[in-house]
């Protein structure tokens, strides 16, 4: 069965100290794997992608299919990073649902 | 143009009580979730619609619930008797499919909270 772990759900870093976020997934066929953040009173939107192998504010993820993990990292937290991230799981076998982790709450304290 | 919008953007029911709420996706996506939030759980995934498919109605958690798309765009989410474990957060997204048929960005509403008395 597809599956995300998000095994923290509270994080906390200072500023300027490297952050990561783990997530580990459960899935068969090629995963299509997605961090998605929510800032302070906006909308949930998406952060990055792993087949766009794109940094966006800094962040950046690796796909590790032998460990089964999309752990989202960044070498130099800013205070504005704070927020909820999601870890999120697709693929052409869960028909375009999506699958989404229980969420980790990242605090960068200045 | 607009974003998903979702109405009302807050609900205050009685326990017993139905309720309608609605998502308008971004035009032209032909897919379109309800999910909920609740606190300390994530999104949980309620049903998927996509084109004129039949639904993916595997995650609702009881029959009280139900959705549905019609004419391929505004859908509503139905919640006949409410008890109070159905107050969260529901939140819409849609998106399109690409051309090689891969999961595409979903773009998400500003949601509904429901709280149920």
């Known amino acids: 069965a597809q599956r995300v772990t998000q095994p923290e759900k509270l994080l906390s870093v200072f500023k300027g100290a490297p952050v990561e976020l783990k997530c580990n997934y459960s899935y068969s066929g090629s995963p299509e794997l997605f961090w998605y953040v929510q800032y302070s009173r906006q909308r949930l939107q998406l952060l990055l992608r792993?087949?766009s192998r794109e940094s966006i504010k800094g962040f950046t993820a690796d796909l590790n299919k032998g460990e089964t993990s999309f752990h989202l990292k960044k070498p130099f937290a800013q205070e504005e990073d704070s927020a909820m991230y999601y870890c999120a799981l697709s693929g052409r076998g869960t028909g375009n649902q999506f699958y989404f982790g229980t969420g980790t709450s990242l605090t960068v304290i200045p | 143009g607009a974003g998903v919008s979702q109405s009302p953007s807050n609900k205050v029911t009685e326990k017993g009580k139905d309720v309608e709420l609605r998502c308008d996706p971004i035009s032209g996506h032909t897919a379109l979730y309800w999910y909920r939030q609740s606190l300390g759980q994530g999104l949980e995934f309620l049903i998927y619609?996509?084109?004129?498919?039949?639904?993916?109605k595997s995650g609702l958690p009881s029959d009280r619930f139900s959705a549905e798309r019609t004419g391929g765009s505004v859908s509503t989410l139905t919640i006949q008797r409410t008890q109070q474990e159905d107050s969260a957060v529901y939140l819409c997204?849609?998106?399109?499919?690409?051309?090689?048929?891969?999961?595409?960005?979903?773009?998400f509403g500003p949601g509904t909270r429901l709280t149920v008395l």
């Open positions: 792993h087949i």
């Open positions: 997204a849609s998106s399109s499919r690409t051309s090689g048929g891969l999961a595409d960005t979903q773009y």
């Open positions: 619609f996509q084109g004129n498919s039949a639904p993916d």
